[in-house]
């Protein structure tokens, strides 16, 4: 079965700070993974994907097979990266279908 | 831009009522939308898929007949909450793919349902 797995629930660190979202997945076939990440008061926005290899924000995520992870990364945090994060899995080909793990809160202090 | 709307924001029921939920693409066409519910800090359900002109697929699990979606036009989906009850309150959001999905869903703001 298709699952994704974020183990924090809240991540709080201090601005400057590294900071790296878990994320696990399992699924069968060839994954395509993504980040969503909804700011206080806003709605769900995608944030990055994997097939990019982009870097926005600051944060990248590197799909590894081996270990099924796509952790989220970002060297130096900013105030303005706290939100909650969900990493997703997209369930079908060619469709919407997106698993959505439970999310992770990240709170950077000044 | 792809801006997804819905509609209302925030409701308020009685127990055995229905509820009707719109989620519109404001300026794109979506064959495809996608009904999720959201529990209080918890992850987003994927509910079902919602297809222009043909019937919604459903999840495993979820109600059909009590989970009533439409999705007339390219433009408008409908989620009917039918004979709500207290366990159906619930912050429902949904979500549209462009046409060539790219991985890119883009969402609604979401629609707080209160059932008394």
């Known amino acids: 079965a298709q699952r994704v797995t974020q183990p924090e629930k809240l991540l709080s660190v201090f601005k400057g700070a590294p900071v790296e979202l878990k994320c696990n997945y399992s699924y069968s076939g060839s994954p395509e993974l993504f980040w969503y990440v909804q700011y206080s008061r806003q709605r769900l926005q995608l944030l990055l994907r994997?097939?990019s290899r982009e870097s926005i924000k600051g944060f990248t995520a590197d799909l590894n097979k081996g270990e099924t992870s796509f952790h989220l990364k970002k060297p130096f945090a900013q105030e303005e990266d706290s939100a909650m994060y969900y990493c997703a899995l997209k369930k079908q080909s060619n469709t919407g279908k997106l698993i959505f793990g439970q999310g992770t809160t990240l709170q950077v202090k000044p | 831009g792809a801006v997804v709307s819905q509609h209302p924001s925030w409701v308020i029921c009685k127990s055995g009522t229905s509820v009707k939920i719109e989620c519109r693409s404001l300026?794109?066409?979506?064959?495809?939308m996608f009904w999720y519910r959201q529990f209080p800090k918890q992850s987003l359900m994927l509910m079902a898929t919602s297809n222009e002109g043909s019937k919604a697929t459903y999840e495993q699990g979820v109600e059909k007949d009590k989970f009533l979606i439409n999705h007339a036009s390219l433009t408008l989906s409908t989620l009917t909450v039918t004979s709500a009850h207290p366990e159906d309150s619930s912050f429902y959001i949904c979500s549209a793919s462009k046409q060539g999905f790219s991985g890119e869903l883009f969402f609604g703001e979401g629609s707080r349902l209160t059932v008394l």
């Open positions: 300026d794109f066409q979506a064959t495809t």
């Open positions: 994997h097939i």
